[in-house]
Structures are given as structure tokens and as C-alpha cells.
């Protein structure tokens, strides 16, 4: 026999107490590792640019240069782009007036509802404003501040380009973070403005938050050294509401993370020192044999260190194993998308379950180091 | 010879609040070499007391206790640790053996501690196995063993680090007549044989008279010297 082996054979002393504790640390490392990777799922896209599905594409040059219609197939051809749409700024006003402060865009309404799935109109408004090529859709906010109602005529003179356009109102949409805004068709703008050919920016929506990271740089390298270089960035305003929606859900996270961690330390703490004070007469005997203060106080640490590497390795390799074998992505329809458990958190459920045999060994070695022989023999005497 | 135990003027006091209880109220003894001293005495007469300072695990109010030219008195904990690992073995009257070792590991214990390599180890266990008559329940648990061979096994662990000295606190309290005797002849033999000195406490005269000589306690004293 050895000195581990000694240890070994005292740990799997109490079987089902080693079982109910090793599998007790273990589930709640398996839930602390689960939190941050949720944690990570919603702190992360906003910092790497992957939370938008949404990219617009500009002319590298300046804003205000507009881009070749000519681009629109290749970029639909580039891996990871599920929809690609014009979006002009007309920068319309009415005759003689003053520039409007609610902005005129053209798009392709075909493709609209794909870009801008937050945006609600209703269907028959929607397919009417699809099927006429001279008619608008227009936010809530400007259709009750202006007074408009359906079938509204609006003519706009552009203050950019050299051209009018008139609109009928088919539609009112609401859901986005600005509806003030009236959508019409390009095809229309390309039309008054004479076979025009080209577009203001392209909006593009990725397939997943994933793809959406590795577009951008593919977009720009698709029109790199042409006439029309791009710029091509994921869409800062939806990021900027997306953080501050999960700065609440952040400190949630953080705190009950925090105290699965303390909740666990002390049903721990108090089982490592009831199996401890269990053993008293027997440590008492060992001392009384000759085995030091300090080696006593090293087995007991030895121990509880063992418990909780049991449960990090079951419960933060359950969680692990998890994000491997599951496909997690179709199980939360899309919320998480990576659900990836980096060794990043790995190491801080190992550190965790380090602090945590330290600090729930502390006082059992305190007590055993403390007792003198004859105080340890009388017990159970 | 010289006495391998020396003790003078020696005291152990308890305080309780107001109270104190003299444990041990100067006592002075030799024990010679080899010999299996017997101590006797009402319960609260203070033998265990006396038997676990001259063990170096408790330690006088007062007075001095010298065990082979040691002063046991003056060693700090952890040298008394080491004193003890080399010079004392231990019997106790229950639980004395760790439940999850076989009788094998039980006597190996000691060895741990001692910088031997495993067949030396292997050879001390078997040999105090042997001696103590369980050479075939090495691989016993001590829930798979009598209370007598309990204690048999307990003796094999305190002799195999081959030390001088060798307690017992009532080693047969708990036994019926015939293990006690066994476990008596044992320790009988181990001091007329081997030539270790053997101080056993007891209740039981009859368990005294295996001993070569016989002392007795009265609150804290010693009474006379037979
Ligand atoms: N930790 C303690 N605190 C206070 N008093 C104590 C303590 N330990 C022992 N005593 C007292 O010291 C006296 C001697 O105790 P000791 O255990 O040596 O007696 P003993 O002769 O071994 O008795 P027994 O035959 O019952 O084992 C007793 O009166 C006991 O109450
Ligand atoms: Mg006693």
C-alpha cells in the first residue's frame, strides 16, 4: 500500500455519499459552464460584429457615391448571404419646401420583408404595395403626424438626384426603430431617373450570426481593385439595442452563477467536515502512530480536492460534451447559435472547483490539526 | 540495566472553572527494561492520563518524563510525531484499526512513514502477523474479524515498527475470557521474549497477573510498589 492509495481507499469509504457528492458538484459546475456559455452566446456577437444579421455594403469612397446595379449577382453569389437588396436615399421634399424630416428610401419590396423582418404591415396592404411599382408603404409615426390616409397621392422632388416621383399610399408599417419612413420601389426610382443602374447601398441579411462575421471581409475582397470598391459593415444601430437589452441579463447570469458557486461551497464545506469529524478517533490513532500535523491536514485537503476534480471533470465534461453532441442550435430555434464551451471556461470551472476543495477543507484541517491525541481517542470512546 | 522510563514529580492538572482536578498528583516511577508492568487502579485514578504522557500523546502539568534517555517532555509535537513512530506502539482498547484497510495495511501503517522499500515493508508485516498468529487474514477487514484478532492485529501494527516500548490501554476490556488471553500471552511473550517493555492498564486482576509486575493508581497517586 501506498500513501495514495490509502487516500483512495478512505475516499470510497461512504460509496453513496462519494456518488451524492461528486454528483452534486457536478451539476452545478455543469450549470455554472452552461451559464457562461449563455453568457458568451449574448455578450459576444455584439463585440465581434456577429450579432446583426444585417450587413450594408457602400461605396468605399464616400457615402454619398452610389454603387453599380451590376454588383447585386455576385454578392448574391458570396456563401452565407441569404438576401441582397437596393436601398437609395431619394432626400425627397415637396415642391419649393424645406428638405422633409422623414426620410424617402427605395428598395425592392420583393426582398424587403426578408431584410427587415421586424417591420409589420398588413398582408393585403403588403402584396399591394409588392404589386404596384408606383406605390409606398409608410411608417405609423409620419402617416398620423401628416395626416395621409390609403390611396394618398405623394409626389417628391429629389434634393440628390435630378428627378420627381409620385406615390400612392397602399400600405402602414410599424415595428421598426424608426417609423417615420417611406419605402417605395427602385425599379421606379431607376425608371425616373432614366435606366440609372446603379443603387445607393446594398442590405444584405446572412444566414446566421456565424456567416454574417465571415461576409463582410468576403463582400469587400469580392469588389476589391474594381472602380467600385465596397465597405461593408453589419448594421451598428441593431447592435447598440442589443447590448443594452442584455446588460440586465448579464448581471442575472452573473448572479446566480454566483450563488450556485457560494450555495455549493457550504453544502460541500459541511460534508467534507461531517466525514471528517466521522473519522476523528481514527486521525487520532494515526496521529498517536507518529503521521504529522501537517500530512493529516494534506490527506484531508487531498481528499476534498479529489471530490470536487470528480465533479468538474462529470459536470463541466458534461456541458462539454453537450455542446459537441447536441445540436443546440435547432433545440432553442436559433437562439443560441455556437453554444461553444471554450477551455476559457473550462479553466474557470477548474479554478472554481480548486477554490472550492480549498476553502471547504479549511476548517475540517483546522479542527484535525488542532486536536490533540487523547482529545481525538476520547470521542467515540 | 538503567530504567527505559524515568518519571518524577510528575503532575497533570485539569482546570474546570473554579475546579481543579489533579489527574495525576505527583507521581514518581522507574519501569525497567522489559518488563510488562501492569497498572491498576478505580476509574478516574488517572492510568490513562499517566500511561499517554509516558506515550508522548498528552503532556504534564509538571515534572518530567524520560523515555530511553529521552526527555518526551521537551520534544515539540511534530518531533514527538517521529518519537513515537520509532519508539512506541499503540493498543487501545476498540476502533483501533482504520476500517477500510485490510489487516495487511493496517500493520503496513506505521511502515509508511519509516523510508523502507516494499519488500522490507513486506517482510516486517508478515513477520509481526506471524508473531501475533494471523498470517492467514492478511487480507481481512477488521469488520470481517473477531474482536480478539482485531486486537491481535492491533499488537502486530504496534510491534512492527520494532519499538521499545509498547502500550495498552485495557486491551482486553472489550474481549471475551479466551481472546483476552491470547491477546495476554501475546504481549507476555513480548516482553519475556523480545525483550520490549510492555505497560498495559487494566480493570481486570486477572489480566494484571500476566504481567511481571503491577502498580496502582488512586486519585492520581501511586499507591504502593508490589
Ligand atoms: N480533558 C479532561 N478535562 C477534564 N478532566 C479530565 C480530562 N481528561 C481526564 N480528566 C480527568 O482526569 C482524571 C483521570 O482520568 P483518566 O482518564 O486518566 O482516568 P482512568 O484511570 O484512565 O479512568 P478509566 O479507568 O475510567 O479509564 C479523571 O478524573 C478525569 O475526569
Ligand atoms: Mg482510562
Known amino acids: 500500500m501506498t500513501i495514495p492509495g490509502f487516500l483512495v481507499r478512505n475516499a470510497f469509504r461512504n460509496k453513496r455519499r462519494l456518488l451524492l457528492s461528486v454528483l452534486g458538484i457536478a451539476v452545478s459546475m455543469f450549470l455554472l459552464v452552461t451559464l457562461m456559455v449563455v453568457l458568451r452566446e449574448l455578450t459576444q456577437p455584439p463585440n465581434d460584429g456577429g450579432s446583426s444579421l444585417r450587413i450594408t455594403v457602400r461605396n468605399k469612397l464616400s457615402l454619398a457615391n452610389p454603387l453599380p446595379a451590376r454588383q447585386l449577382p455576385i454578392i448574391e453569389k458570396i456563401p452565407g448571404v441569404e438576401a441582397v437588396m437596393p436601398l437609395t436615399w431619394f432626400g425627397g421634399k415637396f415642391k419649393e419646401d424645406e428638405p422633409l424630416m ?60 435630378p428627378c420627381s416621383v409620385e406615390l400612392t399610399i397602399v400600405g402602414v408599417y410599424e415595428g421598426s426603430i424608426d417609423d417615420r419612413v417611406v419605402w417605395f420601389h427602385h425599379a421606379y426610382l431607376d425608371e425616373a431617373l432614366g435606366d440609372w443602374g446603379k443603387v445607393g447601398d446594398w442590405w444584405i441579411k446572412a444566414t446566421n450570426t456565424e456567416t454574417a462575421a465571415q461576409i463582410c471581409p468576403l463582400i469587400e475582397a469580392a469588389f476589391a481593385n474594381t472602380s467600385d470598391e465596397v465597405r461593408a459593415e453589419s448594421e451598428r444601430a441593431f447592435q447598440l439595442s442589443f447590448v443594452s437589452m442584455w446588460g440586465g441579463i448579464k448581471l442575472l447570469i452573473g448572479g446566480v452563477s454566483t450563488a450556485v458557486l457560494v450555495s455549493l461551497l457550504l453544502v460541500t464545506a459541511s460534508t467534507v467536515s461531517m466525514s471528517i469529524r466521522e473519522r476523528f478517533r481514527e486521525l487520532a490513532i494515526l496521529k498517536a502512530i507518529g503521521f504529522q500535523r501537517r500530512e493529516l491536514c494534506a490527506f484531508i485537503l487531498a481528499e476534498s480536492f ?73 470521542t467515540l470512546d | 540495566m538503567p530504567p527505559i522510563v524515568t518519571i518524577r514529580s510528575l503532575s497533570k492538572v485539569y482546570r474546570q472553572g473554579e475546579m481543579e482536578i489533579a489527574a495525576l498528583d505527583n507521581v514518581s516511577l522507574d519501569i525497567a527494561q522489559g518488563e510488562f508492568l501492569s497498572l491498576m487502579g478505580p476509574s478516574g485514578s488517572g492510568k490513562s492520563t499517566l500511561l499517554h504522557i509516558i506515550a508522548g500523546i498528552d503532556r504534564p502539568t509538571s515534572g518530567e518524563c524520560r523515555v530511553g534517555g529521552v526527555g518526551v517532555t521537551e520534544l515539540d509535537d511534530s518531533q514527538l510525531a517521529d518519537w513515537r513512530n520509532q519508539n512506541v506502539g499503540f493498543v487501545f482498547q476498540s476502533f483501533n484499526l482504520i476500517p477500510v484497510l485490510t489487516a495487511y495495511e493496517n500493520v503496513e501503517l506505521p511502515l509508511l512513514l519509516m523510508d523502507l522499500n516494499g519488500t522490507r515493508r513486506k517482510e516486517l508485516v508478515h513477520t509481526a502477523l506471524e508473531l501475533v498468529g494471523l498470517a492467514d487474514r492478511a487480507r481481512h477487514l477488521p469488520k470481517q474479524m473477531s474482536g480478539g484478532q482485531e486486537q491481535r492485529v492491533a499488537i502486530a501494527r504496534a510491534i512492527v515498527t520494532d519499538p521499545k516500548l509498547v502500550v495498552a490501554d485495557e486491551p482486553t476490556g472489550n474481549l471475551d475470557s479466551a481472546s483476552a488471553e491470547a491477546v495476554l500471552e501475546i504481549l507476555r511473550t513480548l516482553s519475556s521474549k523480545a525483550g520490549k517493555t510492555v505497560i498495559m492498564v487494566t480493570h481486570d486482576p486477572r489480566a494484571a497477573s500476566f504481567g511481571s509486575k503491577t502498580i496502582h493508581l488512586e486519585k492520581g497517586r501511586l499507591l504502593d510498589v508490589a
Open chain 1, 102 to 161: 422623414w426620410p424617402q428610401f427605395a428598395v425592392d419590396p420583393r426582398k424587403f420583408r426578408k431584410i427587415f423582418g421586424e417591420i409589420r404591415v398588413p398582408e393585403d396592404q403588403y402584396e399591394a404595395w409588392v404589386k404596384d411599382r408606383t406605390s409606398c408603404i409608410v411608417g405609423r409615426d409620419t402617416f398620423k403626424e401628416q395626416k395621409m390616409h390609403i390611396g394618398q397621392k405623394l409626389t417628391f422632388l429629389s434634393g440628390i438626384y
Open chain 1, 306 to 378: 479529489g471530490l470536487s476534480a470528480l465533479g468538474v471533470v462529470f459536470g463541466a465534461g458534461g456541458a462539454w460534451l453537450m455542446s459537441r453532441t447536441m445540436d443546440i442550435k435547432s433545440l432553442t430555434h436559433g437562439a443560441f447559435v455556437s453554444f461553444e464551451v471554450t477551455p476559457q471556461m473550462l479553466g474557470t470551472a477548474a479554478l472554481a472547483a480548486a477554490a472550492l476543495g480549498i476553502l471547504s477543507s479549511v476548517f475540517p484541517a483546522m479542527s484535525v490539526a488542532r486536536m490533540s491525541v487523547v482529545e481525538g481517542l476520547r
